[in-house]
T-cell receptor, first 113, second 110 residues
Framework: NAGVTQTPKFRILKIGQSMTLQCTQD?????MYWYRQDPGMGLKLIYY???????DKGEVPNGYNVSRSTTEDFPLRLELAAPSQTSVYFC????????????FGPGTRLTVL | EDQVTQSPEALRLQEGESSSLNCSYT??????LFWYRQDPGKGPEFLFT???AGEEKEKERLKATLTKKESFLHITAPKPEDSATYLC???????????FGAGTRLFVKA
């Protein structure tokens, strides 16, 4: 049971480039989330999904897109990278009910130059 | 506007010196309040969930409490390994959105 895995761990992009951040969970959780964390700040919700085929915007969705074709995977797409997207990105999953624990991945550190 | 505020921003303690971290919130509706621990370069690690005013949860040297306006994370006789950033988050009622505070960086000196 690997929990939540994210790839890559680090990435440097040039302005205008595109990339996909991968997130996979093996806990059969319905709910998945993407957050970004800027230095010294809390996490900001980008997008979330309540199940395969269902996604919705969070606090800061501009410049990002998501898809959820399977329960396990929730990729985050950056189409035209901008310096403002330099941040650490965390994926999380949870199965609501019980303690509603969110399990986080190790993060992807993205720099846009 | 839904808001979560943590204080202090940073806290320096001597080993064994007990203290409390504060998380105040103003939200339209509360489904649950979460506490996480985050070590440098890692993702947040779940500590507690609180659902209603008056509820308390304990784990080793940590105890979380909840009122209608704020939550406290009490640290009793901390050790250097308790040094980390502690994040508070509120999940809003009626949906799945979660708002995080900026965190409190805790430093415990031996």
């Amino acid at each position: 049971n690997a929990g939540v895995t994210q790839t890559p761990k680090f990435r440097i992009l040039k302005i205008g480039q595109s990339m996909t951040l991968q997130c996979t969970q093996d806990m059969n959780h319905n709910y998945m989330y993407w957050y970004r964390q800027d230095p010294g700040m809390g996490l900001k919700l980008i997008y979330y999904s309540v199940g395969a085929g269902i996604t919705d915007k969070g606090e800061v969705p501009n410049g990002y897109n998501v898809s959820r074709s399977t329960t396990e995977d929730f990729p985050l797409r950056l189409e035209l990278a901008a310096p403002s997207q330099t941040s650490v990105y965390f994926c999380a999953s949870t199965q609501l009910g019980g303690t509603d624990t969110q399990y986080f991945g190790p993060g992807t550190r993205l720099t846009v130059l | 506007e839904d808001q979560v505020t943590q204080s202090p921003e940073a806290l320096r303690l001597q080993e064994g010196e007990s203290s409390s971290l504060n998380c105040s919130y103003t939200v339209s509706g509360l489904r649950g309040l979460f506490w996480y621990r985050q070590d440098p370069g890692k993702g947040p690690e779940f500590l507690f969930t609180l659902y209603s005013a008056g509820e308390e949860k304990e784990k080793e040297r940590l105890k979380a409490t909840l009122t209608k306006k704020e939550s406290f994370l009490h640290i009793t006789a901390p050790k250097p390994e308790d040094s980390a950033t502690y994040l508070c988050a509120v999940q809003l009622a009626g949906g799945f959105k979660t708002i995080f505070g900026a965190g409190t960086r805790l430093f415990v000196k031996a």
